[in-house]
């Protein structure tokens, strides 16, 4: 167990929160001086949590690291679409708690499933460098030489995004798209054993993370897809009061990655989006200048709002009265910054990024974001059932009926 007053100098054990995997039960056992860890209950979040468990062992040698794995609400449905499931938090509400509960450390999310609201008295210490975050398609074995805009028509194209789909119903209208859940290897043996699906649609992330590089058939760029708030980074939660630890992740935090998805994620909450309305972004950092691209559509792709934004990434000026102050410690900023710990010096960068997020989603509010984004919801709720949220609605001939959301 880590030491209760978060010196990790005497701690025995800093333990890693992650989703449990379907695949493997990882518990890496405690000695002396070990930092613990949990884990998702996918193979790819063990993965992921083990990428951040080697770079914590790469930054602090003296330490050890411990993963404990534990399932989500998320992870226990599989059968429903998640817009379906009604919750904000499915693969991190556990997690959470056991953060709270101090049965762990850290926890390791994908950062595009935390949301940008944290449950209070919990951080983001570290977002570390982001993966490529587009989207890819991974084609049947029937298909390989083909592409989405060479599949037949009435092709099935599974995907468990709303936004995912929003985008493609408008640029393919001739293809169909429906709900796959399961973890990334469930998902590849439901289209590669199947005749469901001809293809899938996943973040490029994850699938490279898993080795599978080779099975990618197309990358979606901005014009034809853009991707989640915060796809491709990883984010590393603690306790707000946990100094020593919020100190001890100060390695893993990438500069460019955190300024781009604090602007994602400043967007996202001013939007007032969620799972069940198709929000997207573009983001680039430069040496100089933080580009950000946002956009809104309806669930069935036939409205669609984009606009893009920049702000200068310059240091500020020394000689400015409002020069901020310089921090002595790495101090939490949680309400501006959506839960992402400001740190000495970058203050004023994240600062920018933020005010940058809020700024694009202010415009395509008044341009109509609004009306769009609660027609998506209402759209949603009406389907939700009213005696059982994780179940769905029967259709007419007693058929479930799924539709996609998030990006899972």
């Given at each position: 167990m880590a030491s209760s007053n978060g010196n990790h100098t005497g701690a025995t054990t800093i333990r890693i929160g992650s989703r449990e995997s379907e695949m493997q039960y990882t518990v890496i056992a405690p000695t002396q001086e070990q930092v613990s860890s949990v884990s998702p209950t996918l193979s790819l979040a063990l993965k992921q949590t083990h990428i951040v468990r080697d770079a914590l062992q790469k930054a602090h040698p003296h330490l050890k690291f411990e993963i404990i794995t534990m399932k989500t609400h998320g992870d226990k449905i599989l059968n429903v679409a998640l817009s379906k499931i009604g919750s904000k938090s499915l693969f991190t509400k556990e997690l959470e708690i056991a953060l709270e509960e101090k049965h762990v450390d850290i926890v390791v999310h994908s950062l595009k499933d935390l949301p940008t609201t944290l449950p209070e008295g919990r951080v983001i210490g570290a977002v570390c460098e982001r993966e490529d975050?587009?989207?890819?398609?991974?084609?049947?074995?029937?298909?390989?030489?083909?592409?989405?805009?060479?599949?037949?028509?009435?092709?099935?194209?599974?995907?468990?995004?709303?936004?995912?789909?929003?985008?493609?119903?408008?640029?393919?209208?001739?293809?169909?798209?429906?709900?796959?859940?399961?973890?990334?290897?469930?998902?590849?043996?439901?289209?590669?054993?199947?005749?469901?699906?001809?293809?899938?649609?996943?973040?490029?992330?994850?699938?490279?993370?898993?080795?599978?590089?080779?099975?990618?058939?197309?990358?979606?760029?901005?014009?034809?897809?853009?991707?989640?708030?915060?796809?491709?980074?990883?984010?590393?939660?603690?306790?707000?009061?946990?100094?020593?630890?919020?100190?001890?992740?100060?390695?893993?935090?990438?500069?460019?990655?955190?300024?781009?998805?604090?602007?994602?994620?400043?967007?996202?909450?001013?939007?007032?989006?969620?799972?069940?309305?198709?929000?997207?972004?573009?983001?680039?950092?430069?040496?100089?200048?933080?580009?950000?691209?946002?956009?809104?559509?309806?669930?069935?792709?036939?409205?669609?709002?984009?606009?893009?934004?920049?702000?200068?990434?310059?240091?500020?000026?020394?000689?400015?009265?409002?020069?901020?102050?310089?921090?002595?410690?790495?101090?939490?900023?949680?309400?501006?910054?959506?839960?992402?710990?400001?740190?000495?010096?970058?203050?004023?960068?994240?600062?920018?990024?933020h005010n940058l997020g809020v700024n694009l989603a202010k415009h395509l509010l008044s341009a109509g974001a609004d009306r769009i984004l609660q027609a998506a919801k209402e759209q949603n709720n009406a389907n939700l059932p009213s005696n059982n949220p994780n179940l769905p609605p029967s259709s007419s001939n007693g058929q479930k009926k799924e539709v996609e959301v998030n990006d899972s």
């Open positions: 975050p587009r989207d890819v398609v991974i084609m049947h074995p029937k298909h390989l030489e083909a592409s989405l805009a060479t599949l037949p028509k009435g092709s099935v194209i599974g995907t468990s995004s709303v936004r995912r789909a929003a985008q493609l119903k408008r640029k393919f209208p001739d293809l169909v798209f429906e709900s796959v859940r399961g973890n990334l290897n469930t998902r590849l043996r439901k289209l590669e054993e199947g005749d469901t699906y001809h293809a899938l649609i996943l973040a490029a992330a994850g699938v490279m993370r898993m080795g599978w590089e080779d099975k990618i058939s197309q990358y979606l760029e901005e014009d034809t897809c853009m991707y989640a708030v915060g796809q491709g980074a990883l984010a590393v939660e603690c306790r707000e009061d946990d100094s020593s630890t919020v100190a001890l992740l100060s390695p893993l935090g990438h500069l460019n990655t955190t300024v781009a998805v604090i602007a994602e994620r400043a967007l996202m909450c001013t939007l007032e989006g969620g799972c069940s309305a198709p929000v997207a972004v573009h983001t680039k950092v430069t040496e100089d200048q933080l580009n950000l691209q946002g956009g809104v559509w309806s669930l069935d792709g036939s409205e669609e709002l984009r606009h893009t934004m920049s702000t200068p990434l310059a240091e500020p000026d020394s000689s400015s009265d409002s020069l901020e102050q310089p921090v002595k410690m790495a101090k939490v900023s949680t309400t501006p910054y959506t839960g992402v710990v400001s740190r000495q010096g970058l203050d004023h960068f994240m600062s920018q990024a």
